[in-house]
């Protein structure tokens, strides 16, 4: 989301200061986790956080921002762990919907480190869940995660481009399964997954 491309004052104009926002505090998260400068620029820096974290908790919305129509007249969801761009945990990822399937590039950084040297499989995990479930989405048979089966087959690196893709596989009722990967730009894969997605009968009427 751009700040330039939006009028001043505005609700768009001011979600795209929210993205900003999200974006400096991912570069701040960064940087806690490589920083090596001594004690007292540790305490000072915690102090001036101190007062930002004061500043916004001074009014705060109940739930993060919702699914909503963009006004480019696509669904968004900046409060997304994965996706959104008001989120600062996610990294975000910006999904591309092709025949059949889905597809991200993805660059994790050293802020998602499990093992030593390579990414945290849980996070590999929420990557392709998402991913699964929006090739199911974009097949129309949206639905929550029921079962998520992942296989790690080489480590994760961080600071590297990988390619994440997802496709939907069949339904039977209002369960859908999907299979998807994260690989390296050759197409070597690091993690498979096939998931499960249920649509809860709630969101049908059954
Ligand atoms: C809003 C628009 C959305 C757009 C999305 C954009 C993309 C976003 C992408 C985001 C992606 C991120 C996604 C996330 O992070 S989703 C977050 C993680 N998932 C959840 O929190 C799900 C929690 N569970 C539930 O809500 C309910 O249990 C569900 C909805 C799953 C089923 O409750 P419901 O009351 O509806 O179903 P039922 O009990 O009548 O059972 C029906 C059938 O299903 C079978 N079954 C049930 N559970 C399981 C299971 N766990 N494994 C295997 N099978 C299961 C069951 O045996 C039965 O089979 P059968 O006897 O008929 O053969």
């Not at 001594?38 to 820096?45: R, V």
């Not at 591309?96 to 993805?106: F, H, L, Y």
């Not at 369960?175 to 649509?199: C, H, M, N, Q, Y």
Request: with cysteine.
């Amino acid at each position: 989301m751009s700040r330039m491309s939006v009028e001043l004052g505005t609700e768009e104009s001011r979600l795209a200061a929210l993205c900003a926002l999200a974006q400096q505090t991912r570069e701040l998260m960064d940087a806690v986790a490589l920083t090596d400068v001594g004690e007292d620029d540790l305490t000072a820096a915690h102090a001036a956080l101190t007062a930002v974290n004061e500043r916004l908790r001074s009014v705060l919305r109940q739930t993060p921002q919702p699914f909503e129509i963009a006004p480019d007249g696509t669904l968004r969801h900046l409060g997304n762990a994965v996706t959104g761009g008001a989120n600062p945990h996610a990294l975000p990822l910006l999904i591309e919907v092709r025949d059949g399937g889905v597809r991200a590039e993805v660059v994790f950084r050293p802020l998602h480190e499990g093992p030593p040297g390579a990414v945290h499989g849980g996070i590999s995990a929420m990557i392709l869940d998402h991913l699964l479930g929006q090739a199911v989405a974009a097949a129309g048979s949206a639905g929550m995660t029921g079962t998520l089966t992942v296989r790690y087959r080489r480590p994760v690196p961080y600071g590297t481009p990988l390619v994440a893709t997802a496709e939907y596989t069949r339904t039977e009722g209002r369960k859908t399964w999907a299979e998807g990967r994260i690989s390296l730009p050759d197409g070597e894969s690091l993690v498979e997954a096939t998931g499960l997605f249920i649509t809860p009968s709630a969101w049908i009427g059954a």
